[in-house]
């Protein structure tokens, strides 16, 4: 009895022993097969993080390629509204015009009134503008100084008692600083040419230098260019001195204060 026991105590113990080793060896299998799969998984997981890292990196530049065109865009947008703006047939920029509306509204208004063009405009703005760099500001000189524009010609007219004593050709002290400004605006545009032209009124002159108004008129322009050429460095190149003596009078000369108009540098 004992021998019959100790017989099925050994199969049963070799039946459970071999039923555990097919297991193990089925679960080592699938943990084989899970651990391979695992290792694809990463591998395809790694593989999709440095393609989606390739893609964010690809729509970064894009981006910032987008942001930079944007930029440009706008740039050239503010730059073209402050380029052009086309007002009749005179092309201005924005900035330009509004320092031109600016100009305006401190000239005479009986002034303003007669330009009736975007040019008149301008050349009032530039006259008006002119005037302010080289006078003084004193009543004297608001007289005595008057500034005009004919297309790219600017004539400066000043009146002889800021210049010259009667009669003479020697340019006095107190036009010192009205010649040093004079000068500044010459200097500060290179490709300026300036004539000086002396006027008279048509009172006979005649001393041991002068033979008569003719002489006196050019001697008055030489005397500004020499000034203006030793004294603050216009270069001679730019100098024209001409003389037209009584002959281009801007009034008539039939009274003191007509003639005192026509004398003219």
């Not at 998984?41 to 690809?58: G, M, P, Y």
Request: proline share 2%; with cysteine; hydrophobic share 35%.
């Amino acid at each position: 009895m004992k021998k019959l026991i100790l017989f099925f105590v050994a199969i049963a113990t070799l039946t459970v022993s071999c039923v555990s080793k097919k297991k193990y060896v089925e679960l080592q299998n699938d943990l084989f097969r899970t651990e391979a799969t695992l290792a694809e998984t990463r591998s395809e997981k790694e593989a999709v993080e440095a393609e989606k890292q390739i893609l964010e990196d690809r729509m970064g530049r894009i981006q910032a390629r987008v942001d930079e065109y944007n930029a440009r865009i706008n740039s050239l947008r503010t730059e073209n509204d402050a380029m052009f703006s086309l007002d009749g047939k005179t092309p201005m920029s924005t900035n330009t015009k509004q320092k031109l509306n600016a100009t305006l509204a401190k000239v005479n208004p009986e002034e303003l009134a007669n330009a009736k063009t975007m040019e008149d405009s301008v050349n009032l703005a530039i006259s008006y503008n002119l005037k302010k760099s080289i006078s003084d500001g004193s009543t004297e000189q608001d007289e005595d100084i008057s500034i005009s524009v004919d297309k790219t010609v600017v004539m400066i007219n000043v009146s002889d008692r800021l210049l010259f004593n009667t009669g003479s050709y020697q340019v006095s002290r107190n036009a010192d600083g009205l010649l040093k400004k004079l000068a500044d605006v010459i200097n500060a545009e290179p490709s300026v040419e300036v004539m000086i032209e002396g006027h008279t009124d048509p009172r006979s002159i005649q001393t041991g230098v002068l033979q008569d108004n003719w002489d006196l008129s050019v001697k008055r322009a030489t005397s500004i260019v020499r000034i203006l050429e030793k004294k603050y460095s216009v270069s001679p190149d730019k100098l024209i001195a001409a003389g037209r003596s009584s002959y281009v009078p801007l009034v008539d000369n039939d009274s003191a204060e007509n003639m005192a108009k026509n004398r003219r540098t």
